[in-house]
């Protein structure tokens, strides 16, 4: 059994909980887990990696319980240097899935299977600027595979349009892997990414910037053909 077998099946959106309300974090897991959510998506950013800082394990920690109770899965998208230090607190925090970047360490082989000893499943990301063939030699190892579509660091930009073609040659590369999409997605842009192949659609803004998460949710869905 490996660690991606806990992966939900089918396209999934995830909404990020980047732009939730923090005062009540876990309310707004539960809207949204409740309008059919399976992977909640967690972005960590260190102020090295990308400018801001925001998320720990501790607020992994504060919500894992109640994701797991609900069928669910916790998705963490480490933007942060040196992502090897990091990946045993949060796998212990409850994340299922950890996600590093390839441009923040020079032994992503190493991280991938440190994240693999700690029994989660692992992702890579690449961001807007850096090419496809950064994955070559890493995805056969890899659970998932992170296209960002836009500059990681902040909610709410805009999708890059060249990252729809990016997606299709990542999934060519690794079509066992999970294909995930992140940044500027709703319901305009999910049909894009959907069609060409995303499994998992990233929305934090179009969901949590809603007044109505859950029918904005319901609304991302139904654009991707998702679940
Ligand atoms: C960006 C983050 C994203 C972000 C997406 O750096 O990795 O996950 O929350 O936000 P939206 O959906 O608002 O573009
Ligand atoms: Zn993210």
């Known amino acids: ?37 399976r992977v909640i998506h967690v972005d960590v950013m260190d102020g090295d990696f ?11 920690g504060a919500i894992a319980d109640r994701i797991h109770a609900a069928g669910g899965i916790v998705d963490c998208h480490l933007m942060i240097e040196r992502p090897q230090a990091q990946v045993g607190e ?8 950890i996600t590093v970047h390839a441009e923040a360490t020079a032994h992503v082989n190493r991280v991938v299977h ?30 998932l595979l992170l ?16 990252s729809t073609g990016k997606l299709a040659e990542i ?3 690794a079509p066992a892997a999970v294909l995930e999409v992140d940044g500027g997605i709703d319901p305009e842009t999910a ?27 319901a609304e991302i869905a139904a654009a991707a053909g998702a679940g």
């Not at 949060?90 to 899935?97: I, L, M, N, T």
């Not at 069609?195 to 179009?206: K, T």
């Open 50 to 60: 990308v400018p801001p800082i925001t998320i720990g394990p501790m607020i992994v």
């Open 90 to 97: 949060f796998a212990r925090a409850g994340a299922d899935s």
């Open 1 to 37: 059994m490996t660690p991606a077998s806990a992966y939900p099946p089918g396209r999934r959106i995830a909404p990020s909980i980047l732009s939730a309300d923090f005062a009540r974090l876990g309310e707004q897991v539960d809207e949204v887990m409740a309008a059919g959510a």
């Open 147 to 162: 296209c960002m579509s836009v500059n990681p660091g902040w909610g709410g930009q805009s999708y890059i349009p060249s």
């Open 114 to 143: 440190a994240i693999h000893d700690c029994g989660c499943a692992a992702g890579v990301a690449i961001n807007p600027g850096t090419p496809v063939a950064a994955l070559d030699a890493i995805a056969g190892d890899c659970d």
């Open 191 to 217: 049909p894009a990414a959907a069609a060409a192949g995303s499994d998992w659609l990233v929305a934090g803004s179009a969901i949590f910037g809603k007044p109505d998460p859950a029918a904005a949710y």
């Open 171 to 173: 999934g060519a590369l």
